[in-house]
């Protein structure tokens, strides 16, 4: 392995993408389930409302976060000369990404905190 | 080649529409069911058009992500056709369904 | 060094063996080496070599950093390491961990089987193409146009760049830093005929578009060379193929009169 933060970038966006990708296809088939009526809806959305579902919801927020802000930072590496800040830009969308996860992640905490 | 377009252009519409959606439909105390759905939160038709265009860029990014990802692999790639056309399949199927799926949530007459 | 540290009189060199003949695994062996500040790690080598065991293989030629045969793995980053000092890549306990170029088939213990870096370098055709009317004295250029090929043209050749590329590390189809900074050279070159043609091949599934902005060439290159830049200049121009092809036409039919 060559490590450098390109690479761990570079896993995390993979490893973000694909995870995110099977996600997806689950959110798709989970939400499908309106196509059956308002009562299958709601019956399948109370199972993936879940606190557990909470819980791993955080994980997707991180999972979002990270993928978009670090495609933000290459969206900004194609179209702006700015190499030289290659290291400064990895760490500015980790921490972005990890703010964001945090607030969600505190909503969510509160929120199942507030109802249970 | 047009894949990598794909993807940046799809992007960047999801930074949007993604936006979008975890404004409208993700805020505490996260949850939701049919009717809050389609009451509170999808009433305008213009939001169907909304989703619909996201799944369309959702299902872009995603499977030319995956095909990406995928046949970076020097011994995958010599399946390059196969997945291609798997990946456009899939595409298709999900669009239809998710486009159904957004058309189910009707008001109640 | 400051005086409080005095410098160690011995490095342990940590050097990756493979003998084909013999091994199955690449496994490590140590060596004392004397150490002095002006130690390069290619000392260090040469001294294993000539004092201790006769059968370490490594490539080099020049020893003064522009031949490109001495790249390897460093305390896992690649360099040259002609011209490396070993002092700097000392840990606290002075040692250093010296592996072949990573990614790329090892045929004995420092040497490594670099027939893909060279066969994507030919597939770029890295030679100059020249227009029809080739000048009875010279091309005359202008200073920006030579300024604008700087990056690219000081590259030796030496493999660091390829062999540190993730994407390489996954695929060999792909063109890879060097030969795309070489085909940067050619397709920025006013004197090149041909940069349209050249441009159709880095556009196609293993040029340009398998970069994914990783970094480690331009971490790696022992010139301070920017492959990446050069890989970001050729997707621009590759999508507007078309438009430079006719622009570089124009341009060269003022090739051979001096720049205004
Ligand atoms: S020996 Fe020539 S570059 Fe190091």
Not at chain 2, 76 to 85: H, S
Not at chain 3, 164 to 181: N, R
Not at chain 3, 206 to 231: E, M, S, W
Not at chain 3, 236 to 254: I, P
């Amino acid at each position: 392995m060559y490590k450098s933060t390109g690479f761990i970038s570079f896993v995390l966006r993979r490893f973000t993408g694909v995870a995110l990708v099977l996600y997806l296809f689950m959110h798709i088939l989970v939400i499908g389930s309106a196509t059956q009526g308002a009562a299958a809806f709601d019956a399948t959305l109370k199972v993936v409302q879940g606190p557990l579902f909470k819980i791993m919801e955080i994980a997707l927020i991180a999972a979002v976060a990270y993928h978009a802000f670090d495609g933000v930072r290459l969206l900004i590496v194609h179209y702006f000369n700015v190499i030289d800040y290659r290291k400064s830009m990895f760490y500015a969308a980790f921490a972005v990404a990890a703010f964001f996860t945090a607030i969600g992640g505190v909503l969510i905490l509160q929120a199942l905190l507030y109802h249970a | 080649m047009r894949i990598f377009q794909m993807q940046r252009i799809s992007a960047i519409a999801l930074l949007v529409f993604l936006g979008i959606h975890m404004a409208v439909m993700h805020y505490p105390p996260w949850e939701i069911d049919f009717r809050t759905v389609v009451i509170e939160r999808l009433s305008s038709p213009i939001w169907k058009v909304i989703d619909i265009a996201f799944l369309f860029f959702v299902l872009m990014h995603a499977l030319t992500g995956a095909y990406v990802v995928l046949t970076d692999i020097q011994r995958v790639n010599t399946y390059k056709r196969v997945l291609a056309g798997a990946a456009i399949v899939l595409g298709i199927a999900g669009f239809i369904y998710g486009t159904a799926t957004i058309m189910a949530f009707q008001p109640p007459v | 060094m400051p005086d409080s540290h005095p410098l160690p009189t011995t490095a342990t060199v940590r050097v990756q063996r493979f003998n084909p003949d013999n091994d199955k695994k690449p496994r490590i062996q140590e060596f004392k080496v004397p150490l002095t500040a002006d130690t390069t790690i290619l000392d260090a080598l040469h001294y294993i070599k000539a004092e201790l065991d006769g059968s370490l293989t490594f490539r080099r030629s020049c020893r003064h950093a522009i031949c490109g045969s001495c790249a390897m793995n460093v305390n896992g980053r690649n360099m040259l390491v002609c011209k490396t000092p070993l002092t700097r890549e000392l840990d606290q306990q002075a040692r250093v961990t010296i592996k072949p170029l990573p990614y790329l088939p090892i045929i004995k213990d420092l040497v490594v089987d670099r027939s893909s870096f060279w066969e994507q370098y030919q597939r770029v055709k890295p030679w100059l193409i020249p227009p029809d009317n080739v000048p009875e004295k010279e091309f005359r250029v202008s200073p920006e146009e030579v300024e604008a090929l700087h990056n690219a043209e000081t590259c030796i050749m030496c493999g660091a760049c390829y062999s540190a590329c993730q994407v390489i590390a996954m695929t060999k189809e792909y063109i890879g830093p060097h030969a795309l900074l070489k085909a940067f050279l050619r397709v920025l070159d006013p004197r090149d005929a041909a940069p349209g043609e050249r441009l159709a091949d880095l556009d196609g599934g293993d040029g340009v578009y398998r970069c994914h902005t990783i970094f480690n060439c331009i971490d790696a290159c022992p010139k301070n060379l920017n492959p990446t830049q050069a890989i970001e200049t050729l997707r621009k121009l590759a999508q507007k193929r078309q438009a430079y092809e006719v622009e570089r036409a124009e341009r060269q039919k003022t090739l051979t009169q001096p720049v205004k």
